[in-house]
Each structure stands twice: as structure tokens, then as C-alpha cells.
């Protein structure tokens, strides 16, 4: 399985992003997928996840309301929306894909996930 993340770019604070995850292959459209991102200096952190069928959904604190989650098994491609994106944000974000499939779980830790894409770089002036 390969992932493919794009979408990242420079926003200013207050503007939006809409991240996608495109995965080859036919192992997707059973597995929970999550987005992670790492900021300078920092560890990689849970964004959002959501669960193979799409109606489990997770979301750190720090992105709730602002970031959406959502997927189309069709395409074999997740996205994440970002809005009223904040400096903070600033990172670069991979996409993974949920080590068990048909798992009603949309997995908030970095083990639960096997494969993992090469991360997309967003950057948020203030």
C-alpha cells in the first residue's frame, strides 16, 4: 500500500486547506485511516481519524470544529479540511492507514496505524 498526501501549501491565519490522501491499491476502503502532523522540533501528534466506514470519527482538541475528516472509499482517497487555521498548525501532516481492517475504530494512536504516506508540509503566517 502506498499513500500519497498533497494539499499543504502557505495560508495565512484564518484561511483554509484541504489536505488529500490518495492510496494505491485495493487495501483502503476497509481500514480506518488517521492524519498525524509534526511540527519543528516537536513529536508527531494525532490530528483526526476516521473509521473504514466513515461514521466513526476522531478529532485532537486542538483541531475540533475546525478540521474535518471525511473519505471516499470510491477514489481510495481521505481528506482533511482545515479551516480558520491558526500559526500553530504549522506542520508537516501524513495520512495512515489503520493496521486491522473492518475495525469500527477511528484510532487516535500512532501504533494503530501500519502504513504510512510522506507527509505534506503547511505552513500558517500570522
Known amino acids: 500500500v502506498q499513500l500519497q498526501a498533497f494539499g499543504g501549501g502557505l495560508v495565512q491565519a484564518g484561511g483554509s486547506l484541504r489536505l488529500s490522501c490518495a492510496a494505491s491499491g485495493r487495501a483502503f476502503s476497509g481500514y480506518g485511516m488517521g492524519w498525524f502532523r509534526q511540527a519543528p522540533g516537536k513529536e508527531r501528534e494525532f490530528v483526526a481519524a476516521?473509521?473504514?466506514?466513515?461514521?466513526?470519527?476522531r478529532y485532537a482538541n486542538s483541531v475540533k470544529v475546525r478540521f474535518t475528516i471525511s473519505r471516499d472509499n470510491a477514489k481510495n482517497t481521505v481528506y482533511l479540511q482545515m479551516n480558520s487555521l491558526k500559526p500553530e498548525d504549522t506542520a508537516v501532516y501524513y495520512c495512515?492507514?489503520?493496521?486491522?481492517?473492518?475495525?469500527?475504530?477511528?484510532?487516535?494512536?500512532?501504533?494503530?496505524?501500519?502504513?504510512w504516506g510522506q507527509g505534506t508540509e503547511v505552513t500558517v503566517s500570522s
Open positions: 476516521i473509521s473504514w466506514s466513515g461514521s466513526s470519527t
Open positions: 495512515a492507514r489503520g493496521r486491522y481492517d473492518y475495525i469500527e475504530r477511528a484510532g487516535e494512536r500512532a501504533g494503530e496505524y501500519d502504513y
